[in-house]
């Protein structure tokens, strides 16, 4: 692999992630925190300027109604004075990733939003959560089971709140999928069908096909999407999953997996059937029900979704998903409402992650799931 251009990256890996330790008991939330519900908006800070931050997260804190950007962290000089610019941050609320510790000490900043490649989720988060500061991180949660037993623990002891960048439960169009599950609309779910892929032709030096920084390939990226639509598009945690990998460019795909199926089987008698890829487009939720059908197509756009069902379209005025989800977890911290995507949802779903890889190196065994209700907001009791 050729080797990554920013430095700050090179740094941390060479000397090692944090330690992580196991937990046994795995709450929703954290607690309240420290004294951010006497405000009305909430101080953000971006931890990672690349696309995702300065594209999507950065616009949507200009919209949002209990959160602002309030500060950033990054490892690049020219991106600290655009920033600074382009938003008023005052020059007290930039860090880099050496100093970023004293954010303790900034009463400006409530929220740490950790934007980085996967392999420092972990790390970041936990220092985060040292600092006394509520965590949003960024999907997949980590790159272990490990790792994210350590963030909820770290979260938990600093009374800290905790919440994954799921941004598809704020949206209207996945809460409707959502509902016609609670509600039976189309009556019992049979069979689910998810798939979230893009066909990857850029750098093969990028940060997502070096498996040390991504801590897999499509699985851990655009596969969580296609796990987290087979669970909300069913109302239930999997019983058992197998999985298949296949490669087509393996002089591209040197480090991480390329397309990987995934059959998953779901306790009221309910299939599901997932695909993700980085060398295919695909973009899907589709459900088959006693009585109907939903569907939802594109399903994991940033931009606006497309529904259609038994009962006919499924049509919501777009609003930013990002800024969506940030309010929603701001409203969670300042009034208590429902944290959509807490840290055992992120846990659970790398608990699937691994299950899926150990069936590949067992040559598509069945390997079991125990879940049990973890993860699953908003459904059935």
């Known amino acids: 692999m050729k080797k990554i251009s920013r430095r700050v990256f090179n740094k941390k890996l060479s000397t090692g992630l944090f330690g992580a330790g196991a937990l046994a008991s795995m709450p929703f939330a954290c607690g309240m925190g420290h004294n951010s519900s006497k405000k009305t908006s909430l101080g953000i800070a971006l931890v990672g300027l690349g696309s995702y931050s300065t594209y999507q997260l950065a616009p949507a804190l200009a919209q949002t109604k209990h959160c602002h950007l309030a500060g950033i962290v990054t490892g690049t000089k020219e991106k600290e004075s655009l920033w600074a610019s382009n938003y008023n941050i005052p020059v ?53 089971v490990e790792e994210c037993d350590a963030i909820i623990q770290s979260c938990e002891k600093a009374g800290v709140n905790l919440g994954i960048g799921y941004r598809l439960h704020s949206e209207p169009y996945t809460q409707e999928v959502k509902r016609f599950v609670k509600e039976n609309t189309f009556g019992k779910i049979n069979y689910v069908l998810a798939e979230a892929a893009y066909r990857s032709t850029g750098n093969p030096g990028q940060w997502r096909l070096n498996k040390r920084l991504s801590g897999g390939g499509a699985l851990m990226n655009m596969g969580v999407y296609s796990i987290q639509s087979a669970i909300y598009g069913t109302g239930e945690n999997p019983l058992s999953v197998s999985a298949q990998e296949y490669s087509t460019r393996p002089e ?13 089987k779901f306790p009221s008698g309910a299939l599901g059937n997932i695909f993700t890829s980085h060398n295919a487009n695909a973009n899907r939720l589709y459900a088959s029900c006693d009585s109907g059908w939903f569907a939802l197509e594109p399903a994991n756009n940033y931009g606006p979704l497309a529904g259609n069902s038994s009962l006919g379209p499924i049509a919501f005025e777009h609003e930013s998903q990002q800024k969506l989800q940030m309010d929603d977890f701001a409203s969670h911290i300042l009034y208590g409402t429902e944290n959509r995507a807490p840290g055992a949802m992120g846990k659970r779903d790398m608990i699937i992650v691994e299950a899926i890889y150990k069936s590949i190196a067992e040559g598509g065994s069945t390997i079991p799931l125990n879940l049990g209700n973890m993860g699953l907001v908003g459904y059935r009791p």
């Open 252 to 264: 591209y795909f040197k480090e991480t997996d390329e397309t990987i199926t995934a059959q998953l």
């Open 92 to 144: 007290t609320n930039i860090y880099n990733y050496q100093n970023f510790d004293e954010i303790a000490k900034n009463k400006d900043i409530d929220i740490v939003y950790v934007v980085l490649p996967n392999s420092l989720h972990a790390e970041f988060s936990i220092r985060a959560a040292k600092a006394g500061k509520h965590v949003i991180c960024e999907k997949p949660m980590a790159i272990s």
